[in-house]
């Protein structure tokens, strides 16, 4: 467990039990161990992995524990306003996501947010608490707003943030032609920034938001319409991810500057809306590195409280409504992907007998040679670093034609060898120095993995995110092997080569030898932002899912599976029909029957594994993985 840092990046959802285990621990109490369910769904339901679990407890908790957070902060600075979150919906728009957190919000009247039509179309077929906010961001057009005023008309909270000064216009001519007084927002550009990977959403050349003279502008239009009413919030936001907990501090204090120079102005806000950019702790260091933070949740909603508090009070204003868009603290624990190991590669691995030395052999073997006799605990890093010279020469070498394939091969295999013998010298250190961190790549085993990091991963691919990847048993046995992992797709970026580290990132991953046993890894913090930005790439589809509850005495139930998507669904978003795939494949295999390459027998198991694949999960399927 200390080895992959599960105590400190799991938030006490996740923990290794004493059989070396990873259970979810999503309340108080209960626990479902994740090697269980995956064994149920392999071995007794026959279904294919990868799959993604997702607990639907661990989602209300952290909905809970947000709110819970900031009624302690506003109870304990004796704060007069509320708190009242809302979900952005683009983190995670799943059914089962998008229903839990209205759910578990219901009481505490937590809203949602909408970035686009048809997100909107989405949120307000949701059952909410009748003062949950409904926030629209976004560019928008004529449609996205009428659609939002036909929201107040059914009594829900919709307020429609300008984050351009155009879409004022637009928000009162469609008001004034449906008849609906609209809530409106502001989001204002402000020049603080975030911190990590999202600091440039914040600052003066951030995509969205009003600059200062803008918003005066909004405010003296809608005191000429004698519809000042209607400006009810103030929206920022610097970034997601933030992982310094000052930004978070100077940003807001410049927020609610913001928000009581306007109600000094006389417009009668209600809510200011700090964004989101409540960050995750993906590596568990409690740091300001970019995947991680240096807060707690608490440490958050008490500082936005504070903060907001102390300047309401310098500017004698009354205490608004703080309203949060956190969405990946949200959703970013309650799921976990689960992929199994289908093979491991590697130069210490792929073992070949040397061959015997032929005569005329070339003096670069023969260094390669005495190389590997005499490698030893002391001089492993100078060997090694010879024999990668000698591996280079030999291929020179080969290419000018002094050095025959031969000889080639035997140079290569006794590579290979040094580099077994040198692996094995580095088992026993505990921290590689950094010089020999190429070294470790290099000899670092590589674990095939059957998943698309396009699909399940984007974040890693695109920006570099990481997430804490851990095996999901044999946790109490010692890890001999190091590794990387390499999904299946044909695209050599498809592979992960750092891995999460409390002090600092790691080149691989500690992983056990293969034993027969199958061997699975979960990906953990998955999501936020993952299950939406993920690609077709390969035509690798949606991965299956399963809802898990856990129930007392370390059961649990799958509520739900979904199949992930099938090779036809796949094939067909590319602009092709299914019946026209089955044409072409019957036509060509009874031409081949007609011209003798095919018997009928042949023919017509052709054209059913055919039908299978069509019908098939797009991943690797072996029989017991
Ligand atoms: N609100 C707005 C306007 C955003 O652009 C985003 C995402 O970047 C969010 C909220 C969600 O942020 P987070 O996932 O960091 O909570």
Redesign the pocket.
């Known amino acids: 467990a200390e080895l992959y840092g599960i105590p400190s990046w799991s938030g006490g959802w996740f923990r290794v039990n004493d059989k070396g285990h990873v259970d979810a621990t999503p309340a108080p109490g209960l626990h479902a161990t994740l090697r269980d369910v995956i064994d149920e769904l392999v071995q007794e339901r026959g279904e294919s992995l990868p799959v993604i679990l997702r607990f639907p407890q661990i989602l209300a908790g952290r909905v809970r524990q947000l709110n819970e957070a900031f009624r302690k902060a506003i109870q304990e600075y004796g704060y007069t306003g509320n708190y009242q979150g809302v979900f952005?919906i683009?983190?995670n728009q799943r059914r089962m996501v998008v229903e839990t957190i209205a759910q578990a919000g219901y009481d505490y009247a937590h809203g949602l947010?909408a970035?686009s039509k048809a997100e909107l179309a989405l949120c307000l077929a949701q059952d909410m608490h009748p003062n949950a906010l409904l926030c629209c961001?976004g560019f928008k057009d004529d449609g996205f707003i009428k659609l939002a005023l036909w929201g107040r008309t059914l009594g829900k909270n919709v307020v429609i943030t300008i984050e351009k000064y155009s879409e004022l216009d637009r928000i009162l001519k469609q008001a004034r032609a449906l008849g609906v007084k609209p809530a409106i927002g502001v989001r204002f550009k402000l020049h603080a920034r975030g911190s990590g990977m999202?600091e440039e959403?914040g600052g003066d050349q951030a995509k969205?938001g009003l600059n200062a003279y803008e918003l005066l502008r909004v405010v003296e239009r809608l005191r000429e319409e004698d519809m000042l009413d209607s400006l009810v919030m103030l929206h920022t936001?610097i970034?997601?991810?933030i992982t310094d907990i000052r930004r978070v501090k100077v940003a807001v204090r410049e927020a609610t500057q913001v928000y009581a120079g306007l109600v000094a102005d006389g417009v009668p806000l209600k809510y200011l809306n700090v964004?989101?950019?409540?960050?995750v702790d993906y590596d568990g260091s409690k740091t300001t590195f970019y995947v991680s933070t240096n807060y707690t949740m608490q440490e958050y909603a008490s500082d936005i409280v504070y903060t907001v508090q102390e300047t309401c009070k310098a500017r004698e204003v009354a205490e608004p409504t703080i309203v949060s868009?956190?969405?990946?603290?949200l959703t970013a624990h309650h799921a976990v992907l689960i992929v199994p190991v289908v093979d491991v590669t590697g130069p210490t691995l792929d073992v070949q007998a040397i061959p015997p030395a032929q005569e005329g052999q070339h003096q670069v073997v023969t260094d390669m040679e005495e190389i590997l006799g005499n490698i030893s605990g002391r001089n492993y890093r100078e060997m090694y670093n010879d024999a990668v010279g000698d591996k280079q020469t030999l291929h020179n070498l080969f290419d000018l034609g002094y050095v025959n394939l031969y000889d080639r091969a035997r140079g290569e295999a006794l590579f290979n060898a040094i580099l077994r013998k040198v692996s094995r010298q580095l088992i026993g250190e505990k921290y590689v120095p950094d010089e020999l961190e190429d070294l470790q790549k290099v000899l670092a085993d590589k674990y095939i993995c059957n998943f698309s990091l396009f699909q399940s991963l984007p974040d890693n691919w695109a920006i570099g995110a990481l997430f804490p990847i851990t095996p999901l048993s044999r946790l109490n046995e010692e890890p001999t092997r190091q590794g990387t992992l390499v999904d299946i797709t044909c695209d050599s970026d498809g592979k992960i080569e750092k891995f999460i580290d409390l002090r600092d990132v790691k080149a691989t991953l500690p992983l056990h030898a293969l034993d027969g046993d199958p061997y699975y890894l979960g990906f953990f913090l998955m999501g936020?932002y993952q299950d939406v930005l993920g690609s077709a790439h390969n035509l690798f589809g949606k991965v299956s899912e399963a809802h898990v509850t856990a129930r007392p005495g370390g059961k649990y139930h799958i509520d739900l599976f979904v199949r992930g998507q099938k090779a036809r669904r796949m094939i067909e978003s590319m602009g092709y029909e299914e019946a026209m795939l089955r044409e072409s494949i019957q036509e060509q295999s009874a031409k081949a029957r007609k011209g003798g390459t095919l018997d009928p027998l042949q023919e017509h198991e052709l054209l059913e594994d055919y039908d299978e694949e069509l019908l098939g999960y797009t991943y690797l399927e072996y029989e017991n993985e």
């Open positions: 952005p683009k983190v947010e970035g961001n999202w959403s969205f936001h970034g997601s991810q964004g989101g950019g409540l960050g868009e956190s969405g990946r603290a936020a």
